[in-house]
């Protein structure tokens, strides 16, 4: 049976740079991938079309794909929104929390040849390859009770902190799994100094640990692991954290390569179905110019094939098409620097189909 | 009348540190400062010698102080405690809620006689100058309910983020004030689009900012703030934040100069009353050995003087005794490199001195 890819293009660059990797999808479909292609509307663009930023027909589609591919969500057409029910980011984060997508993979690669696209000194960077583990459908960011109200005459806005056991321990195998597959290190991110919750993070994962004998695991407050991914990125091999710090420090380490325009991820629950997308945002600013660079969501599908659909070749089909063009010399204006060639959105996406 | 300097060595390095920060203390003495130093104990070394890491009798004398010089607490030692509230971070933490030290100031300067220690490339940190304001007696680190406890057959730790207006609009007038006399730019740093907290952050930064036309604010989430330090500090003047995403964010951007040995820090409550303290920690892998860089704590000194003593002259000699031995070539371990001469904690202590 066929398998069925959604793709949700988004806001601002998200058609432009879906548009490219959908061409790629396609290319895959030709070498025989069996698998059915729709589309359907989030975000902005879901709000401006049905008034919700996540429609029920998307959702619906949502629940029933194999694995999701999303441009990117929000726009300052939409900051202003009264209700933040009615945000853009809202969708994102409802397909995370309806399709029980827990496990955010979120890889901090240097590509060599983008080296000198980073803030930092060739050789605190060079060979740079992290990956984050974030638990992304608890904690901070769907904890109740939530709100602004009125207390002792003034206005307080709180949020809840929350995570059990059982999720803990579920991000904590994707992480000790992951390590595995890698090089064997592991270091859990908590502020169990002062945050009871991540007192219990911690423990959970020595326990999990035990069960990990081959991997070893540290731990680091999250304002240590701010400063040492800035200081000295390469000791990490594997990071695991809670949503609100994997948020946070995800960013600074894709920001480390200096090239997040080519930083894909995956959203993953339980069964294996996924969501795919970049890391990077919509950028508002460049949309719709075809200056956007499409290789972050070209390696999101790449991730989808390999996590989602089970097809490390074709994936690996893709990762090398895309190096081949770096190797080339392409670039889009966000990783170009003099002596490179300068291209166009679709011109990108074009180059890595020549080149699959 | 005298006024009363309380100083607390701590944990690790705290003692030789603060042990020169001191000597120029009674350097300031000598040139007619009208000062009466007393010591304390705090963190691990309270509750080793009281059985709590804020023992009674240093809150009393705290209270009573005009300002505060505390070196750093905490070490592995302490780390296994079972009891939370003994371990030595609640001293700190005990200090700061107690005397209502809402107001850290954390600045990232950019020495240029250090700027090779940086991970960063040079053009992108020199004369780097950030202050960061964070808000230091609310938010997640104090907000209740908070615990671990049995739900639905297992356990679930929680925490409360919560800021009241009235604690969002006392250290927004703290930034603004800052801003005010520096290069008239904040920033406050947020996640609006995700925390109900930080709606009404940003709310009230807003409102506040119609009172100082004169400062250009801005607002950031926090993802990204952690994003653009990495990419282009420079664009930072003044930041405001809360106080968990304040401990992250001055970590990283102290980092950012690749000598947090040289980092003071000062923590202020309503009435000018201050505590004042180097933003690295205890390292406890070199205490005792003479090593560890007293720059942060004698700048936190300089800190002191400015903030709490009015004594901006003073303020302004010890930071230029401190650049002095920079230019000297004079440095400790965390900062030495090829060329530069060696020195003993205590050697800086007494090379500062004189060049008082
Ligand atoms: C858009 C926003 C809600 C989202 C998040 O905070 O998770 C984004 O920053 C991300 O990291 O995917
Ligand atoms: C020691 C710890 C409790 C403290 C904090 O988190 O505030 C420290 O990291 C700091 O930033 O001063």
């Not at 030709?30 to 029920?56: C, K, N, R, S």
């Not at 999990?208 to 081959?214: Q, W």
Request: net charge negative; proline share 5%.
């Amino acid at each position: 049976m066929s398998r069925k890819i959604l793709v949700l293009p988004g806001d601002g660059i998200g058609p432009e740079i879906t548009r490219e990797a959908v061409k790629v999808l396609e290319a895959c479909q030709q070498q025989g991938l069996d698998i059915v292609i729709e589309e359907g509307l989030v975000g902005g663009a879901g709000y401006d079309a049905h008034g919700e930023p996540l429609p029920t027909a998307t959702l619906e589609r949502a629940k029933a794909s194999d694995a999701i591919l999303l441009g990117a969500v929000g726009g300052p057409k939409w900051d202003r929104l009264e209700d933040l029910t009615k945000r853009p980011e809202k969708g994102l984060l409802g397909l995370r929390k309806h399709l029980g997508l827990f496990g955010n993979l979120r890889p901090a690669i240097l590509y060599p040849q983008l080296a000198e696209a980073s803030s930092l000194k060739p050789e605190v960077v060079s060979g740079l390859d992290i990956m984050i583990v974030r638990e992304l459908t608890g904690g901070i960011y769907f904890g109740q009770p939530r709100g602004i109200e009125e207390r002792d005459g003034e206005r307080v806005g709180f949020n809840t902190y929350v995570y059990s056991e059982s999720e803990i321990e579920r991000i904590g195998r994707v992480a000790f799994e992951m390590a595995r597959k890698r090089g064997k290190k592991l270091c859990s991110v908590d502020k169990a100094n002062v945050l009871e919750v991540t007192i219990l993070w911690r423990e959970v994962m020595e326990r999990l640990a035990l069960e990990y004998p081959d991997v070893e695991l540290s731990h680091m407050y999250v304002d240590n692991a701010a400063m040492q991914l800035v200081r000295a990125p390469k000791q990490f091999d594997v990071i695991v954290t809670g949503n609100m710090f994997g948020d946070i420090l995800s960013d600074a380490a894709a920001m480390l390569t200096g090239s997040i325009g080519m930083l894909p991820s995956a959203s993953l629950n339980e069964s294996g179905q996924g969501m795919y997308e970049p890391c990077h945002g919509s950028a508002p600013d460049i949309a719709g110019q075809n200056l956007a660079n499409p290789l972050a969501t070209i390696l999101s599908v790449a991730m989808m094939l390999r996590y989602s659909l089970d097809q490390p070749e074709l994936a690996a089909r893709i990762e090398g098409a895309v190096g081949k063009v770096l190797d080339d010399g392409l670039r889009t204006a966000d990783i170009a620097y003099p002596g490179t060639r300068r291209v166009t959105t679709a011109e990108m996406g074009d180059a890595v189909l020549t080149a699959f």
